[in-house]
């Protein structure tokens, strides 16, 4: 039975990838190219595009073109309540450019923050009121320039409304941990919580994050406490083909 003109075009085209003749990040030829170069019509060579997208081997980029995803890895992401990771391993170290924290992460931009009512499952995370003032927060941390965590973050306004620390991205505390933030208001983070699920990318996580929509992801809940007051509470989303998440627990000695 025949191959289909498309399929053999995905096949050679996936082979090339394979081998190295496109590594990833790197621009496909354009359809018109395709065409001319395996003598096939615009369509077919459309068509074979899309198999690639569909298989996840390559990723369209609106206005720029069709690029090669990069290869799914098993890089670990450190997750631990050790002082030094309680401390913000991964918090943000500035703002208004691309920074980088100790972890070799960056954190694209400003983070946008505007001030709402709570969603009745976030104010029940933080402890308060249906329809309670929030200030919700969002930025995007990188690895090697590539989407490593997306963050949506809310706090109440009541507690760090007309502080100093209102906005993540603003005043003497710009860019620092949430426990460093706290602490400059009077407030200490004595523990955090996070509870993980394993799903796939919404079609919009997925342009965030550039995924193929339907990849997994690990979607942390965080919360932050004073004592058993909640301080913040934030939802995370981690690319499950680029990190796989480990977790460090310290043991407490036994009091004797």
Request: hydrophobic share 40%; aromatic share 6%.
């Amino acid at each position: 039975m025949a191959v289909a003109a498309y399929q053999a075009v995905a096949e050679d085209l996936r082979h090339r990838i394979e081998e190295g003749e496109f590594a990833p990040g790197d621009p496909l030829p354009s359809r018109a190219d395709l065409s001319r170069g395996y003598g096939v019509g615009s369509n077919v060579a459309a068509a074979a595009v899309r198999v690639l997208v569909t298989e996840g081997l390559v990723k369209g980029r609106a206005g720029l073109g069709v690029f090669v995803r990069e290869r799914p890895s098993s890089r670990t992401m450190a997750r631990s309540w050790t002082h030094e990771r309680l401390q913000g391993r991964l918090a943000v170290t500035g703002y208004g450019r691309d920074v980088t924290d100790v972890e070799g992460h960056s954190v694209r931009g400003t983070p946008r923050s505007t001030t709402g009512e709570a969603p009745e499952e976030i104010a029940r995370r933080l402890g308060v009121p249906a329809a309670e003032a929030v200030i919700r927060s969002e930025y995007l941390i990188t690895r090697d320039g590539r989407p490593a965590m997306f963050c949506v973050s809310w706090e109440p306004l009541g507690i760090t409304g007309g502080t100093p620390v209102s906005l993540p991205g603003a005043g003497p505390m710009a860019g620092s941990s949430v426990v460093a933030r706290m602490s400059y208001i009077g407030l200490r983070i004595t523990r955090s919580t996070e509870t993980v699920t394993a799903r796939t990318a919404t079609r919009e996580e997925a342009d965030v994050l550039d995924l193929t929509p339907g990849a997994p992801v690990a979607a942390i809940e965080r919360t932050y406490y004073a004592g058993e007051r909640p301080l913040e509470t934030a939802d995370l989303l981690v690319p499950g083909e680029r990190f796989r998440l480990a977790y460090e627990i310290p043991a407490e000695p036994a009091e004797g």
